[in-house]
């Protein structure tokens, strides 16, 4: 790989004119055109209940540039905070995160939680490590000292930090009035139970109960994807594809009837970086199949209807697919008229 090469040492040296060999635009003439092979990070895979894996061997690198996080608001590009070098690091092992293993998450594992795995290196590193960090959520702020709040957005929560661990890290805001802002973190608690907090410097964002943010690390990283610790702190299953993210057994998202159309909060089934949003509706008891979604609470963006077969298929009696894009946030409003025996299954989300 070219791209590993460059900057030549030569060239961060001295002072006044340098000399550039011939082999030194051959160099970057082959990073130029590597470059456009890594538009896409490493696939993250699911090992087990506690483990996840970054493949590679000799002849199939893992390969990637540290350019951050994927910005809340323009697809395909990246904030780096000015925290991440943007630069070409390469694995030919593979890399295994254990959340059982000290040192692989930052805080102490935590249940019904998203986490971000990045991907770490130092500035002399030519390959990266792994290691977990939670996503976030706002309770309350005061004084620009953010109370946490955990990801079901039904209770507050401290993750266990070490104290002031995450200082000269950022924050970048995922959802609500302030998405898309950065700001420096001066302090963190350790809380372990329901009292966490963490401190900014800058201006006042403006935060609501609710919303998504994120910690960019202070060191070179770059954004693999995010995972789900489950309610039985055992990783869900996954399949990653790119941006695309696939549940081995989809998760249910809403059952029963539901009379007009109402918020679905979805924190515990996508992440806030998802942007879209894909799954099935079912009806069993001869019932018709019936799911309007919907963007605005008034008017369907999408609309499942059907009428159910003579009998049941894998405990349904009939099913439709559906994908959409998601609200801010991930949320998104369900209505099926006040119908019995529907469910709304999550099979997955992109990125």
Same mark, same amino acid.
């Given at each position: 790989? +070219?791209? /590993?090469?460059?900057?030549? +040492?030569?060239?961060? =040296?001295?002072?006044?004119?340098?000399?550039?060999?011939?082999?030194?635009? !051959?160099?970057?003439?082959?990073? #130029?055109?590597?470059?456009?092979?890594?538009?896409?990070?490493?696939?993250? !895979?699911?090992?087990?209940?506690? %483990?996840?894996? $970054?493949?590679?061997?000799?002849?199939?690198?893992?390969?990637?540039?540290?350019?951050?996080?994927?910005?809340?608001?323009?697809?395909?590009?990246?904030?780096?905070? @000015?925290?991440?070098?943007?630069?070409?690091?390469?694995?030919?092992?593979?890399? $295994?995160?254990?959340?059982?293993? =000290?040192?692989?998450?930052?805080?102490? !594992?935590?249940?019904?939680?998203?986490?971000?795995?990045?991907?770490?290196?130092?500035?002399?590193?030519?390959?990266?490590?792994?290691?977990?960090?939670?996503?976030?959520? #706002?309770?309350?702020?005061?004084?620009?000292?953010?109370?946490?709040?955990?990801?079901?957005?039904?209770?507050?929560?401290?993750? &266990?930090?070490?104290?002031?661990?995450?200082?000269?890290?950022?924050?970048?805001?995922?959802?609500?009035?302030?998405?898309?802002? $950065?700001?420096?973190?001066?302090? @963190? @608690?350790?809380?372990?139970?329901?009292?966490?907090? /963490?401190?900014?410097?800058?201006?006042?964002?403006?935060?609501?109960?609710?919303?998504?943010?994120?910690?960019?690390?202070?060191?070179?990283?770059?954004?693999? *994807?995010? $995972?789900? %610790?489950?309610?039985? +702190?055992?990783?869900?299953?996954?399949?990653?594809? *790119?941006?695309?993210?696939?549940?081995?057994?989809?998760?249910?998202?809403?059952?029963?009837?539901? @009379?007009?159309?109402?918020?679905?909060?979805?924190?515990?089934?996508?992440?806030?970086?998802?942007? /879209?949003?894909? &799954?099935?509706?079912?009806?069993?008891?001869?019932?018709?199949?019936?799911?309007?979604?919907?963007?605005?609470? +008034?008017?369907?963006?999408?609309?499942?209807?059907?009428?159910?077969?003579?009998?049941?298929?894998?405990?349904?009696? &009939?099913?439709?697919?559906?994908?959409?894009?998601?609200?801010?946030?991930?949320?998104?409003?369900?209505?099926?008229? %006040?119908?019995? %025996?529907?469910?709304?299954?999550?099979?997955?989300?992109?990125?």
């Amino acid at each position: 790989m +070219s791209l /590993i090469h460059l900057p030549q +040492s030569k060239w961060g =040296s001295g002072t006044g004119r340098q000399v550039i060999l011939k082999s030194d635009f !051959e160099k970057i003439e082959d990073a #130029v055109l590597e470059g456009f092979q890594l538009a896409l990070p490493p696939v993250l !895979e699911f090992v087990d209940a506690a %483990n996840l894996r $970054v493949n590679a061997t000799a002849d199939c690198k893992a390969r990637l540039m540290l350019c951050g996080f994927p910005s809340p608001m323009h697809p395909g590009q990246w904030v780096s905070g @000015n925290l991440a070098d943007g630069r070409y690091r390469e694995n030919s092992t593979a890399l $295994v995160l254990n959340f059982a293993t =000290s040192g692989s998450l930052w805080g102490t !594992e935590k249940a019904s939680q998203w986490y971000a795995i990045y991907a770490l290196a130092g500035a002399a590193d030519t390959s990266f490590t792994l290691k977990a960090l939670p996503v976030m959520r #706002v309770s309350s702020q005061a004084t620009q000292i953010i109370t946490l709040r955990n990801n079901g957005n039904n209770g507050n929560i401290g993750y &266990g930090f070490t104290a002031d661990e995450l200082a000269a890290g950022k924050i970048l805001v995922l959802s609500g009035a302030s998405r898309g802002l $950065v700001r420096l973190i001066t302090a @963190n @608690n350790s809380d372990n139970g329901t009292g966490g907090t /963490i401190t900014y410097g800058g201006s006042a964002l403006t935060l609501a109960q609710g919303d998504w943010f994120m910690v960019l690390p202070n060191t070179n990283f770059r954004c693999l *994807g995010m $995972v789900l %610790n489950g309610s039985d +702190s055992n990783l869900v299953p996954f399949y990653q594809e *790119g941006r695309r993210f696939s549940y081995l057994t989809p998760r249910q998202a809403a059952s029963g009837a539901i @009379n007009g159309y109402t918020l679905y909060d979805l924190g515990l089934l996508v992440p806030p970086t998802a942007r /879209i949003l894909r &799954g099935y509706a079912s009806a069993s008891g001869g019932a018709d199949l019936k799911l309007a979604l919907s963007y605005d609470g +008034s008017n369907p963006a999408l609309i499942l209807h059907g009428a159910p077969p003579s009998g049941d298929f894998q405990g349904a009696r &009939g099913a439709m697919p559906f994908q959409c894009r998601l609200l801010e946030g991930s949320r998104i409003y369900f209505n099926n008229e %006040n119908t019995a %025996n529907q469910v709304v299954h999550i099979t997955g989300w992109e990125e």
